[in-house]
């Protein structure tokens, strides 16, 4: 299982000073893009491919408060890949010092071309990179209706 360790700063601490919901998500991030750099999708492969990550939901579940002073670990798992790599869905989990869970998130996103501002499957070399990342115990193959699961549509605003 992929994991990153991060200390807790004053600034990942919000008003009841405990770690903020904007720290989760960009020790959530950090430990994504961790991974993926580590594995073939560096600035360099991404713009060799014309291609870009994007973040359809991220749904947070909060079990315990974290207090700054002792580090924490962000572990990152594979629960779902469509069969050409265009949608993915990962799991986070997040760990006191003594490896109790505190808090876990369910993420889906994708892949979008940079230029025709599309979402496009990955490149084989790319989708086996991916792949490659542990897989939950209830991995599944994603479809673009797995995308659509909570139905949520944009509804603009009415003067």
């Known amino acids: 299982m992929y994991v990153k360790e991060f200390d807790i700063r004053w600034s990942d601490l919000d008003a009841n000073r405990h770690l903020a919901n904007s720290a989760f998500i960009n ?3 950090h430990t994504r893009m961790g991974f993926l750099m580590e594995n073939g999708f560096g600035q360099k492969e991404l713009g060799k491919h014309n291609i870009g990550p994007v973040v359809f939901y991220e749904h947070v579940y909060y079990f315990k408060e974290i207090f700054a002073g002792k580090p924490v670990k ?3 798992q594979l629960k779902g890949l469509s069969e050409d790599g265009k949608y993915f869905e990962f799991i986070h989990n997040f ?3 003594k490896g109790r869970n505190f808090a876990s998130c369910e993420m889906m996103g994708g892949w979008i071309d940079l230029k025709e ?3 496009i499957g990955l490149p084989s070399e790319l989708f086996e990179n991916l792949n490659s ?3 939950t115990e209830d991995f599944r193959t994603l479809t673009k209706e797995d995308t659509r699961k909570f139905s949520k549509k944009p509804k603009d605003l009415i003067d």
């Open 27 to 29: 020790f959530m991030s």
């Open 74 to 76: 962000v572990s990152l």
């Open 95 to 97: 760990y006191d010092h």
């Open 133 to 135: 990342l542990s897989h």
């Open 117 to 119: 501002r599309k979402l």
